[in-house]
């Protein structure tokens, strides 16, 4: 079970900022900029590889919550969305998910 799933169960504790029934969305714990909030779909889809034609509406369904959460957390300047996707970008948790960063003029390059 990844640490996503945790939260999900309410094992883990998280700053929540957003939940429907297929996503759940909270504040990332070594933000990287002002506003850094990670969406996570409740399906536990590993990575964007995994991801089937079945898919399709639950990630319709995840940017358009990004664009509310974005709305809510006054990003109107802009703001990044994020998904690492397999071990040579990063990708620390073996669960989809994406993170939103804003809040100030983020640089080219995030470290």
């Known amino acids: 079970m990844t640490i996503f799933e945790r939260i999900i169960q309410r094992e883990i504790p998280a700053s929540i900022v957003y939940e429907d029934d297929l996503c759940?969305?909270?504040h990332d714990i070594n933000p990287l900029a002002p506003v850094h909030i990670l969406l996570?779909?409740?399906k536990p889809v590993p990575c964007i590889d995994a991801l089937e034609?079945?898919?399709k509406v639950l990630i319709g369904h995840l940017f358009l919550?990004?664009?509310k959460i974005a709305a809510q957390n006054k990003l109107e300047n802009?703001?990044?969305v994020i998904a690492n996707n397999g071990p040579?970008?990063?990708q620390t948790v073996d669960h989809l998910h994406?993170?939103?960063l804003g809040g100030k003029?983020?640089?080219d390059k995030l470290s």
């Open 24 to 26: 759940i969305a909270f």
């Open 105 to 107: 003029q983020l640089p």
């Open 78 to 80: 802009g703001y990044r």
């Open 98 to 100: 994406f993170h939103i």
């Open 88 to 90: 040579d970008a990063c």
């Open 53 to 55: 034609e079945e898919d």
């Open 40 to 42: 996570v779909p409740k």
């Open 65 to 67: 919550v990004i664009s």
